[in-house]
């Protein structure tokens, strides 16, 4: 899967991009990330990038004609249909405007968008990007959460990093994202790792008895009392079993504490 980034600042994703898992993924050719600098695609001397708003008050504009010329030299031919009164749409990848005012990112957009060959993902800066760009290049807006940053290259990189990760091949462990938080609609269930005690602290003992189908009951339960506790919107639009049901409702009356039975014995 390809990524293309447009930005002010490639230099800022040198780290988050070459380090661990996306490092090792961009390594062997499983993701490939093209970072595009807005200054190259500029005409005058001092390569500007942003200019003052029509209308007055505060803040830069990025311009909207280093964005087009990018597109004609990445996607040659791009452009809206004539007289088909649609947006222009890029050849072959999707078109990502990360921006405050988008769709709030969540585990399904992700999904869907790890099935996309190519992202081309817009990273604003400033007051944002004239709107023509928008207007003609933008499939979807995209924000990742209810905050204004100073840009949208850190959104960038985290939408990157939860596309990739998905991508057969990123992850070791190809169950892992099924299991996670939200893959069901619920978050997770906790994690412990070695040794069985530490500090007076212990680890559930159902986990280390070896009984699989008690560590999966277990785990269901643990995950259902997250979400009710810490997400219980969630729990509208998750898929649950009659049991599930069962176990929310003794969960809701106050039946056993957070892992209860194992804690309260240390
Ligand atoms: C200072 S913000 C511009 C905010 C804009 N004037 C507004 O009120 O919506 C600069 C850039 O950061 C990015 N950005 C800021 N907050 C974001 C968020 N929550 N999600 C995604 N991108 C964001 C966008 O690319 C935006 O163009």
Do not use: N
């Not at 078109?95 to 992700?110: E, F, H, K, M, T």
């Not at 212990?202 to 506790?229: F, M």
Request: overall charge negative; some cysteine.
């Amino acid at each position: 899967m390809r990524f293309d980034v447009v930005t002010l600042f490639p230099e800022m994703f040198t780290g988050p991009l070459d380090s661990s898992i996306l490092g090792r993924a961009r390594q062997s050719g499983l993701i490939e990330v093209a970072l595009h600098d807005l200054r190259d695609y500029t005409e005058d001397r001092h390569r500007t990038a942003d200019d003052t708003p029509y209308g007055g008050g505060a803040g830069m504009v990025l311009k909207a004609d280093p964005v087009f010329r990018l597109a004609d030299a990445l996607f040659p031919g791009w452009g809206p249909k004539a007289g088909a009164g649609v947006k222009g749409k890029v050849p072959g990848a999707r078109c990502i405007y990360l921006s405050a005012q988008g769709r709030p990112l969540d585990q399904s957009i992700v999904s869907r968008l790890a099935g996309e060959p190519r992202l081309l993902l817009l990273a604003g800066h400033y007051e944002g990007i004239d709107e023509r760009v928008l207007d003609a290049l933008v499939d979807e807006e995209i924000s990742i959460g209810d905050y204004v940053l100073t840009g949208g290259e850190l959104p960038a990189m985290v939408l990157i990093d939860a596309v990739a990760r998905l991508v057969p091949g990123v992850l070791g462990q190809p169950a892992s994202p099924l299991e996670e938080s939200f893959s069901e609609g619920l978050l997770e269930y906790p994690h412990y790792t070695r040794p069985a005690e530490t500090r007076g602290h212990r680890v559930p003992d159902v986990l280390l008895s070896g009984d699989h189908e008690a560590v999966r009951r277990w785990r269901r339960r643990e995950s259902l009392r997250r979400t009710l506790e810490r997400r219980p919107e969630l729990l509208l639009a998750a898929d649950l079993s009659r049991e599930d049901h069962e176990t929310l409702r003794e969960l809701a009356a106050g039946g056993g504490g957070p892992g209860e039975e194992e804690k309260d014995e240390s």
